[in-house]
């Protein structure tokens, strides 16, 4: 019986110190996502997705004492802050770059309205 009790603490630690690398992912992703490191920040989210489905896998695996759940539970809080910040950041970026498509839009809609009127500049140039 005491074999069973070591092996499901150590489920249980593993399934903890996964959350606590998750954890630890979101928080540099964060700093990533406020220093606008985006190329940076999707290479982390690669890794934060793998973690994600281990964390799945064990889920389904361990059972936690009330002690792992309390501990999941705030882990998964302090992940969820760092989520929060992350999604309003990447907000901000998708509406920065919507704005940056517009402008550019305009000005190719601009550069075919006109650019056929201007006709070319050097077709007028005698030949040498």
Do not use: C
Not at 91 to 120: C, F, M, N, W
């Amino acid at each position: 019986m005491a074999a069973i009790d070591t092996a499901h603490a150590d489920n249980q630690q593993i399934l903890l110190e996964t959350y606590g690398e998750l954890l630890s992912r979101a928080a540099q992703m964060q700093s990533l996502a406020s220093t606008e490191q985006w190329p940076e920040l999707i290479e982390q989210r690669t890794h934060y997705v793998v973690l994600v489905d281990k964390l799945r896998e064990l889920d389904e695996r361990v059972e936690l004492d009330d002690a792992g759940k309390a501990q999941k539970a705030d882990l998964l809080e302090r992940i969820l802050e760092h989520d929060v910040e992350i999604r309003r950041r990447l907000v901000t970026r998708r509406d920065e770059l919507g704005k940056l498509i517009g402008v550019s839009r305009k000005q190719r809609d601009l550069h075919r309205a006109y650019a056929p009127q201007q006709g070319d500049p050097f077709q007028d140039e005698p030949a040498p």
